[in-house]
């Protein structure tokens, strides 16, 4: 609270504390107790009124506190131009301060202003994003954010939304139901993902586009593909790069792809529990992955979504602006069970005749990129050409670097993409040609795995920064 | 043209008969002091007779040539500069407007529903809009009018405004009408430091107004106020947005179909879609300057041309803009949505239109129809 609100609701409490006025309890004036320095509360909203009066009235290094309670605002929430804000719920128990955007088009609440908290607030039902920040030094602590129909291609595309950002961190919160992806980080350079509870959308955990990320401690289960680094093409950061998963539980994601058709996340497979694309320094370690229907961690280039539209003769212009290819990809240290079992159509075909998959599975990219590199390219679908089929290396610290595991029986599967039929995909695609320099008959090898002997293994940093205003 | 100088006869017969209108005298603007933005409209003192939207002196209006779509609301726009001020002239850029000018819009639709209208202008005005150059930036302010048409409040939290209207071709319009809240204007307008002005620039200004003498072009009209740092060059050589429905009384005929459907863009989409707008990220330029790049998929990704969507996309479309054929383009499929049954994420603009513009959404689809077809990309 800032000395200005401590003295007109001092001076407030003791003109009219005689009075038996509530509203003078130390609990409503006094600090909170988990708020940090600007704990204390300059705006209380006790209903939808005073909750969008107050985000109207907050100006910078000011707290907004709201009671328990259902609010439901008529249109988006934001903070643009006053810094330092903090928005909370003061009680602890964020299920009972919830803010329902039932009906209301555009975000929940739309954050461009810096240095700005929410905590313990459940936001529901918003027909886009439940929570977008673009901004430098965001914290969200113990929020939860989900859809009352349950996963639903209606629903807000994503959850918890930073994108543009810097020093960003997302805690103990819980994102179910989302279209796109529950937790994204687009475009950020330092983001922490820590200890969230992560389930039942279509991507769990997405980084994308981002420098230093560092994701640990989640939860993420039941998505249609549960930790994600991916590179797109057309975006204004054009690599994927330090990002570090470790100790999360990825288990079960199973989920049908219920995303938008046509959009990046529509490609995951479902089945996915950690999947790379086009990414460069990636740290896999310390996870328990489990129970994945179609691979543990898949990796694979950032043009393989571009699979369909080569074999329906329509592919995307060449993608200038990235490296599609997934470089110095370390994956060491994981538990793994039961991945693989199941694999999703398209990765079923890849994987023919296998019928099932692996706890890793490397797919190289197709070779139509303009910067091919035929150590890394993995051979063409429609001509068989194969750069070099000796070329999957495990132990290659520039592209895959596949450490010991920490227990469980690793497998892993190369999928060889020139000896797929690509009318098994598409009735009226090209027919098939016969591949050159490749074993299309033994696609798997299981444990136990050769040496590891990976030169330079490429590790990843953590994360350490912290917020100021948490 | 052909509608505003009715409007503006009319108001002129209002005043004759009404002199100085009963709720506010004639009166010099009062700028509220920054930050504190007063509680009415009345109180900053910008109209002679605000309910029929005539300015007091010094308070000018204007239009421009390509307008944003706001649920077809109609719009009255004017300026206020600060006393020995001067704007910044610039070619091709918004105008640079010094602190304490202030921008005003008033939204409102045809009152022609149920009675006689309930003033001389015949619309019903919903808000008038302020956007106030302060010291630290632009900032927005809302006036929401009373169903009386005698006062305007102060609304910072936005409302729901049910609004019915006889179109055009005679049909009864009803919708519920969006007043953004404070925070909303940001959206569009950006946050923090980089808020921003987004209509009055020379593209959209250079065209004719009647300020009473008949039609005058609106640049040199500004400039013979004294209002310009600079003289700007003739009209005929500065950068003119073509009005994009305006198909045959134009001077010198119609502008053709590209640059028109262009300046929609550039007026509906390109405040966000540009190299400095807020999802400038994403790639998807759709400004006046960006979309003269020829679409070709050769040319890259400004226009959209062959650029699958990032999160976004609409009805299972694989590219932005496909040239050629327009239902296959997403760029249709946005700004033709309309929720429900379609998801509210798909509606673009985001803010401000939740009905279809079918003009704009026509002449879009024609622009692109008639491009080049393309197969996007292909080997």
């Given at each position: 609270?800032?000395?200005?609100?401590?003295f007109?609701?001092a001076?407030f409490?003791?003109l009219?504390?005689?009075?038996?006025?509530?509203?003078?309890?130390?609990s409503?004036?006094g600090?909170?107790p988990?708020?940090?320095m600007?704990?204390?509360?300059?705006i209380?909203?006790?209903?939808?009124?005073?909750?969008e009066?107050?985000f109207?009235?907050?100006?910078?290094n000011?707290?907004?506190?709201?009671?328990?309670?259902?609010?439901?605002?008529?249109?988006?929430l934001?903070?643009?131009?006053?810094t330092?804000?903090?928005v909370m719920?003061?009680?602890?128990?964020?299920?009972?301060?919830?803010?329902?955007?039932d009906?209301?088009?555009?975000?929940?609440?739309f954050?461009?202003?810096?240095?700005?908290?929410?905590?313990?607030?459940?936001?529901?039902?918003t027909?886009?994003?439940?929570?977008?920040a673009?901004n430098?030094?965001s914290?969200?602590?113990?929020?939860?954010?989900s859809?009352?129909?349950?996963?639903?291609t209606?629903?807000?595309?994503y959850?918890?939304y930073?994108?543009?950002?810097?020093?960003?961190i997302v805690?103990?919160?819980?994102v179910?139901?989302?279209s796109?992806?529950?937790?994204?980080?687009?475009?950020?350079?330092?983001?922490i993902?820590?200890?969230?509870k992560?389930h039942t959308?279509?991507?769990?955990?997405?980084?994308?586009?981002s420098?230093?990320a560092d994701?640990?401690?989640?939860?993420?289960?039941?998505?249609?593909?549960?930790i994600?680094?991916?590179?797109?093409?057309?975006?204004?950061?054009?690599?994927?790069e330090?990002v570090l998963?470790r100790d999360?539980?990825?288990?079960d994601?199973?989920h049908?792809n219920?995303?938008?058709?046509?959009?990046t996340?529509?490609?995951?497979?479902?089945?996915?529990g950690?999947?790379v694309?086009g990414s460069n320094?990636?740290?896999?370690?310390?996870n328990?992955?489990k129970?994945?229907?179609t691979?543990?961690?898949?990796?694979?280039g950032?043009?393989?979504?571009?699979?369909?539209?080569?074999?329906?003769?329509?592919?995307?212009?060449?993608?200038t602006?990235?490296?599609p290819?997934?470089?110095?990809?370390?994956?060491?240290?994981?538990?793994?069970?039961?991945?693989?079992?199941?694999p999703d159509?398209?990765i079923?075909?890849?994987?023919?005749?296998?019928?099932?998959?692996?706890?890793?599975?490397?797919?190289?990219?197709?070779?139509?990129?303009?910067?091919?590199?035929?150590?890394?390219?993995?051979?063409?679908l429609?001509?068989?050409?194969?750069?070099?089929s000796?070329?999957f290396d495990?132990?290659?610290d520039q592209?895959?670097?596949?450490?010991?595991?920490?227990?469980?029986?690793?497998?892993?599967?190369?999928?060889?993409?020139?000896?797929?039929?690509?009318?098994?995909?598409?009735?009226?695609?090209?027919?098939?040609?016969?591949?050159?320099?490749?074993d299309?008959?033994?696609?798997?090898?299981?444990t136990?795995?050769p040496?590891?002997?990976?030169?330079?293994?490429?590790?990843?940093?953590?994360?350490?920064?912290d917020?100021s205003?948490? | 043209?052909?509608?505003?100088?009715?409007?503006?006869?009319?108001?002129?017969?209002?005043?004759?008969?009404?002199?100085?209108g009963?709720?506010?005298?004639?009166?010099?603007?009062?700028?509220?002091?920054?930050?504190?933005?007063?509680?009415?409209?009345?109180?900053?003192h910008?109209?002679?007779?605000?309910?029929?939207?005539?300015?007091?002196?010094g308070?000018?209006?204007?239009?421009?040539?390509a307008?944003?779509?706001?649920?077809?609301?109609?719009k009255?726009?004017?300026?206020?500069?600060?006393?020995?001020?001067?704007i910044?002239?610039?070619p091709?850029?918004?105008?640079?407007f010094?602190v304490?000018?202030?921008?005003?819009?008033?939204?409102?639709?045809p009152?022609?529903?149920?009675?006689?209208?309930?003033?001389?202008?015949g619309?019903?005005l919903i808000e008038?809009?302020?956007?106030?150059?302060?010291?630290d930036?632009?900032?927005?302010y809302?006036y929401?009018?009373n169903?009386?048409?005698?006062?305007?409040?102060?609304?910072?939290?936005?409302?729901t405004?049910?609004?019915?209207?006889?179109?055009?071709?005679?049909?009864t319009?009803?919708?519920?009408?969006?007043?953004?809240?404070?925070?909303?204007c940001?959206?569009c307008?950006?946050?923090?430091?980089t808020?921003?002005l987004?209509g009055?620039?020379?593209?959209?200004?250079?065209?004719d107004?009647d300020?009473?003498?008949?039609?005058?072009?609106?640049?040199?009209?500004?400039?013979?106020?004294g209002?310009l740092?600079?003289?700007?060059?003739?009209a005929?050589?500065?950068?003119?947005?073509?009005e994009p429905?305006?198909r045959?009384?134009?001077?010198?005929?119609?502008?053709?179909l590209?640059?028109?459907?262009?300046?929609?863009?550039?007026?509906?989409?390109?405040?966000?879609?540009?190299?400095n707008?807020?999802?400038?990220?994403?790639?998807?330029y759709?400004d006046?300057?960006?979309?003269?790049v020829?679409?070709?998929?050769?040319d890259?990704?400004?226009l959209?041309?062959?650029k699958h969507p990032?999160?976004g996309?609409?009805?299972?479309?694989?590219?932005?803009?496909?040239?050629?054929?327009?239902?296959e383009?997403?760029?249709?499929?946005?700004?033709?949505?309309?929720?429900?049954?379609?998801?509210a994420?798909?509606?673009?603009?985001?803010?401000?239109?939740?009905?279809?513009d079918?003009e704009?959404?026509?002449?879009?689809?024609e622009?692109?129809?008639?491009?080049a077809?393309?197969?996007c990309?292909g080997?």
């Amino acid at each position: 609270m800032t000395k200005r609100a401590l003295f007109w609701t001092a001076t407030f409490c003791l003109l009219v504390g005689a009075f038996g006025v509530a509203g003078c309890s130390d609990s409503n004036s006094g600090e909170k107790p988990d708020g940090g320095m600007n704990g204390g509360c300059d705006i209380t909203a006790t209903d939808t009124m005073s909750l969008e009066q107050a985000f109207a009235d907050v100006k910078s290094n000011q707290t907004i506190c709201i009671e328990p309670g259902t609010y439901t605002p008529s249109r988006q929430l934001g903070v643009a131009s006053a810094t330092g804000v903090t928005v909370m719920g003061t009680d602890p128990d964020r299920e009972k301060v919830v803010l329902d955007f039932d009906g209301v088009s555009g975000k929940g609440i739309f954050i461009t202003a810096n240095d700005f908290t929410l905590k313990n607030v459940w936001i529901k039902n918003t027909s886009d994003n439940g929570v977008e920040a673009k901004n430098q030094k965001s914290h969200f602590d113990n929020i939860k954010v989900s859809w009352d129909r349950g996963p639903d291609t209606m629903n807000g595309r994503y959850g918890i939304y930073p994108t543009h950002c810097s020093e960003t961190i997302v805690e103990n919160s819980e994102v179910t139901d989302a279209s796109d992806a529950g937790l994204y980080v687009g475009q950020c350079t330092k983001a922490i993902i820590r200890n969230n509870k992560v389930h039942t959308n279509v991507a769990g955990i997405e980084v994308e586009n981002s420098v230093d990320a560092d994701v640990y401690g989640n939860e993420v289960f039941d998505n249609a593909g549960g930790i994600l680094a991916l590179l797109e093409s057309g975006l204004d950061l054009t690599k994927n790069e330090n990002v570090l998963f470790r100790d999360n539980n990825v288990h079960d994601n199973n989920h049908v792809n219920f995303a938008h058709a046509g959009s990046t996340v529509s490609n995951v497979p479902s089945g996915t529990g950690i999947m790379v694309l086009g990414s460069n320094k990636v740290e896999i370690r310390g996870n328990t992955v489990k129970n994945n229907n179609t691979a543990g961690v898949l990796v694979v280039g950032a043009n393989v979504f571009g699979l369909l539209d080569i074999l329906t003769g329509s592919a995307p212009p060449p993608q200038t602006d990235i490296d599609p290819f997934s470089r110095n990809v370390y994956i060491h240290g994981n538990t793994w069970m039961d991945n693989g079992t199941s694999p999703d159509f398209l990765i079923k075909q890849l994987a023919a005749p296998n019928t099932t998959t692996a706890d890793v599975l490397w797919g190289g990219i197709l070779p139509y990129a303009p910067n091919a590199d035929s150590d890394i390219g993995y051979g063409d679908l429609l001509t068989g050409a194969y750069a070099d089929s000796s070329r999957f290396d495990p132990n290659d610290d520039q592209m895959f670097c596949l450490g010991d595991p920490a227990s469980g029986s690793r497998t892993y599967m190369d999928l060889r993409i020139p000896c797929l039929n690509p009318q098994d995909i598409l009735p009226t695609a090209p027919p098939p040609v016969t591949p050159v320099g490749i074993d299309c008959t033994t696609r798997i090898v299981t444990t136990p795995e050769p040496a590891r002997t990976c030169a330079t293994p490429p590790t990843v940093p953590e994360q350490t920064f912290d917020q100021s205003n948490g | 043209m052909r509608r505003t100088v009715p409007i503006l006869a009319l108001s002129s017969a209002m005043l004759l008969l009404f002199g100085c209108g009963a709720s506010s005298p004639s009166s010099s603007v009062t700028p509220a002091p920054e930050g504190a933005a007063y509680a009415t409209l009345a109180e900053w003192h910008f109209f002679k007779d605000a309910p029929n939207q005539v300015p007091e002196d010094g308070v000018v209006p204007y239009d421009v040539n390509a307008r944003l779509f706001t649920d077809y609301a109609l719009k009255h726009r004017f300026i206020y500069l600060p006393p020995g001020k001067k704007i910044g002239y610039e070619p091709d850029e918004v105008w640079d407007f010094p602190v304490g000018t202030i921008v005003i819009k008033t939204f409102a639709y045809p009152d022609n529903v149920s009675g006689p209208p309930k003033t001389a202008l015949g619309e019903r005005l919903i808000e008038t809009r302020l956007f106030i150059h302060e010291s630290d930036g632009w900032k927005p302010y809302t006036y929401q009018w009373n169903d009386a048409q005698t006062e305007a409040k102060r609304l910072d939290v936005g409302d729901t405004v049910p609004v019915s209207w006889v179109d055009k071709d005679g049909q009864t319009r009803s919708i519920q009408y969006e007043i953004p809240s404070q925070q909303q204007c940001f959206e569009c307008h950006g946050g923090g430091t980089t808020t921003r002005l987004l209509g009055p620039r020379t593209g959209e200004l250079n065209r004719d107004w009647d300020y009473g003498a008949g039609p005058e072009n609106q640049i040199d009209h500004i400039a013979s106020l004294g209002w310009l740092d600079k003289t700007p060059p003739p009209a005929d050589q500065r950068i003119t947005y073509p009005e994009p429905f305006n198909r045959s009384d134009a001077p010198g005929g119609p502008a053709p179909l590209a640059e028109r459907a262009r300046a929609y863009v550039q007026a509906n989409c390109a405040h966000c879609h540009s190299p400095n707008g807020n999802v400038n990220y994403k790639k998807l330029y759709l400004d006046w300057d960006s979309t003269a790049v020829a679409p070709t998929a050769a040319d890259g990704l400004s226009l959209g041309v062959c650029k699958h969507p990032t999160s976004g996309g609409c009805g299972g479309l694989q590219y932005d803009l496909v040239p050629g054929d327009a239902e296959e383009s997403i760029l249709v499929c946005r700004i033709s949505a309309v929720s429900p049954p379609a998801p509210a994420a798909d509606m673009m603009p985001p803010l401000g239109r939740t009905i279809e513009d079918k003009e704009g959404v026509a002449l879009v689809s024609e622009w692109i129809d008639s491009m080049a077809p393309s197969m996007c990309g292909g080997r």
